[in-house]
């Protein structure tokens, strides 16, 4: 019998060298990973000992070009760890994950290594170095002192050990969560399903059929749960399944995520006093536009101070609503608020979101945002079956630039399973650099969670998928245009409170009917999306903003709450987060709930005290908007400026200075407020 090579190992052989998911299998991770920690400490050992005197190119360059083979493994590795696990890879993840750490370690704390790092650093402004250059010269020795490498002895030890454990607590705290979330079903009969609408409860069935089961399950998968808490009559079960959700890793059992949390919070803030930081804000916010907390909290404050009197109208409309309906003594609590809501807009606007999904069916979506990519920027997409994929929900696009060049290739990923984690992203699977002379082009990921198609109906989206799907894209598009030299500064690897902006400029084009008129069209008759309908979702589309704008806000003083700490945490986790986002809560809390133990994004996903950077990026891209709505939204002129000064750029210059450059002038909160109807 022929031995299966390692397919990490050999050269892929596959259409622009993506990755042979058909080929991989779990036990090939560990041993590729081996080999390219080996491959990579002997190029770092040649840098290291090179007779030559260090320069850009055999020092900073030929560290930026090391790890090729790991980066590849890891990368892919990464990705499905989140895309498409399983028990026996999250095994292999927890095996892993500290001899990853430690070989990170190895490379930011080598003395050597460092010394000549800095020796090119301190010749910075010889001439010979262009603007690129400089930067990544600049973001290779701030990495290295970011990483201890400036500690010595003891402190230098503790720094390593600190870190091996961050990488391990990270893990567990992902794991546990995906882990709790695909342990729940609720099972409920058709006669418990009041008010659900015919494709959810169909939804429900298919889900229960999936599982081998009669009935219906309901799950805590966005597709499932959102539509339960918007229409489901029964009051009891809204708060039976609204508890579920929130208490998701703060049960007593092995899932619970409650110490890990106390943990990461607390290495964190150790490792960056050991740098000499205050705390762990301190240390992120120096290398993001905000630059400190005073000015994030400035943010947060006057949004809070914007937002909070509409909020507290809103709050009282849709209170006023349910009083009426069930009787001045009846209490609206959290579990209430979407069911009432949606009851208020449907009465105020006339819209049922039900009514939308027809014109919503994924493919005509996909249509839908692809060509706007085309109206905008003139790329194609072209499906490619010869493309390797790691699910048969995942499709495969080759994209090609307006003048009929190879741009990317994009996965998408739409529907929830098992192996997947909640939420939406976009990933890489292969950044893009030049080397050489040659352009090589990127591997771009979007995964989501949407509403999978049942026996009877194709997936029919709701407004909001919509959304989610135009910003992960926005995310898409800023790995797909990158056009840098240095793989570390392509893409989406810029100042994470920037990262946000060509995502969120993309949901503009959701309310403009233009854009809706290219492809929203009712999936049985081929009927264009009436105009009256359009209508109603434009003059719906602030509905409740303030209110949701309160909740943001409240996630990002939840999220520098944690991490503008000084000293060690280990008290009571639910009642500090009561405290610390009080300010912006209107509705009642409820005992028992807790948001932290479940906060990816803050504990484990890379926005530890960064959450606030989507209302930063907001305020950018309301002002960012203006310009297309002045313009025309399809403007091919307006688009190729946000392409060559904004999208293609990555980290290769300071973000300000690009966005000046597209807009001619500094962002306003007021663009926001305006947009949002708070001011006129």
């Known amino acids: 019998m022929t031995e299966i090579k390692n397919p990490f190992l050999i050269p892929y052989n596959t259409p622009h060298d993506t990755a042979p998911f058909h080929l991989i299998k779990i036990e090939h991770y560990e041993p590729a990973i081996l080999e390219g920690i080996k491959e990579q400490n002997e190029e770092i050992d040649a840098i290291i000992n090179n007779p030559e005197v260090p320069t850009f190119q055999n ?382 082009r990127p591997h771009v990921s979007v995964t989501m969670n949407f509403t999978k198609p049942t026996a009877d109906k194709p997936a029919l989206l709701t407004f909001n998928e919509v959304n989610t799907f135009l910003h992960e894209f926005g995310h898409a598009l800023h790995g797909m245009f990158a056009n840098s030299t240095y793989p570390s500064m392509s893409g989406t690897s810029v100042y994470w409170d920037f990262v946000e902006l060509p995502s969120q400029i993309m949901e503009n084009f959701a309310i403009e009917k233009e854009f809706l008129n290219t492809f929203a069209k009712h999936y049985q008759t081929g009927e264009q999306i009436p105009a009256e309908l359009i209508q109603k979702i434009v003059d719906a589309s602030n509905f409740n903003v303030a209110y949701a704008c309160l909740r943001q806000v409240s996630f990002g003083l939840l999220d520098m709450a944690w991490y503008t700490r000084k000293e060690a945490f280990d008290g009571d986790v639910r009642a500090y987060e009561k405290e610390a986002w009080k300010k912006a809560q209107i509705l009642p809390s409820v005992d028992k709930t807790c948001m932290s133990v479940q906060f990816s994004h803050i504990m484990a996903g890379g926005y530890s005290a960064g959450y606030y950077s989507y209302k930063w990026a907001e305020v950018l891209d309301a002002d960012a908007f203006s310009l297309f709505k002045e313009k025309g939204i399809f403007n091919r002129e307006v688009a190729t400026s946000f392409r060559e000064n904004i999208l293609s750029k990555g980290g290769t210059e300071h973000p300000m200075v690009l966005y000046k450059r597209f807009r001619g002038q500094e962002p306003s909160i007021h663009a926001l407020l305006k947009r949002n109807g708070i001011i006129n």
């Open 59 to 440: 020092t900073i360059v030929a560290l930026e070009r090391s790890g090729t083979l790991l980066e590849r493994v890891t990368t892919v590795f990464g990705n499905l760890l989140s895309a498409e696990t399983s028990d026996e890879m999250q095994e292999m993840a927890e095996k892993m994950m500290p001899i990853l750490a430690e070989h990170s370690n190895s490379i930011s704390l080598n003395e050597k290594l460092f010394a000549r790092i800095k020796a090119v650093y301190e010749q910075k402004d010889q001439p010979g170095l262009n603007g690129e250059d400089k930067m990544l010269l600049q973001k290779t020795y701030d990495g290295f002192v970011r990483s201890g490498a400036n500690l010595t002895g003891e402190a230098k030890e503790k720094y390593r050990r600190l870190n091996t454990e961050l990488s391990v607590l990270s893990l567990r705290f992902s794991q546990n969560l995906l882990k709790e979330t695909n342990n729940y079903e609720l099972p409920l009969t058709t006669n418990q399903l009041d008010g659900l609408p015919e494709g959810t409860l169909e939804s429900y069935a298919q889900t229960a059929k999936d599982k081998g089961k009669e009935g219906n399950i309901i799950t805590l998968d966005a597709p499932s749960f959102v539509p339960f808490m918007k229409y489901c009559t029964d009051r009891t079960l809204r708060r039976q399944l609204y508890m579920a959700y929130n208490t998701q890793c703060a049960h007593d059992n092995e899932f619970n995520n409650m110490d890990v949390i106390k943990q990461l919070v607390n290495i964190r803030m150790e490792l960056v006093q050991l740098l000499g930081y205050p705390t762990y804000a301190d240390y992120v916010l120096k290398k993001r536009m905000a630059e400190t907390s005073d000015a994030v909290y400035n943010l947060l404050n006057q949004l809070l101070d914007a937002y909070t009197p509409t909020a507290q109208k809103e709050v009282a409309e849709v209170e006023a609503l349910a009083h009426r309906l069930e009787g001045d003594d009846f209490q609206l609590m959290p579990w209430d608020w979407t069911f009432y809501s949606e009851k208020l807009k449907n009465e105020k606007f006339n819209l049922n979101e039900e009514e939308l999904r027809p014109y919503f069916e994924l493919s005509r979506v996909k249509e839908g945002v692809f060509g706007l990519a085309t109206r905008l920027y003139g790329i194609t997409f072209k499906e490619n079956k010869e493309i390797p994929v790691y699910h048969p929900d995942v499709n495969a696009y080759e994209v090609f630039d307006k003048n009929g060049s190879f741009l990317a290739v994009l996965y998408t990923d739409f529907h929830p399973r098992a192996g997947k984690r909640s939420g939406a992203w976009m990933t890489s699977y292969k950044e893009q650099w030049i080397e050489n002379g040659v352009n090589s």
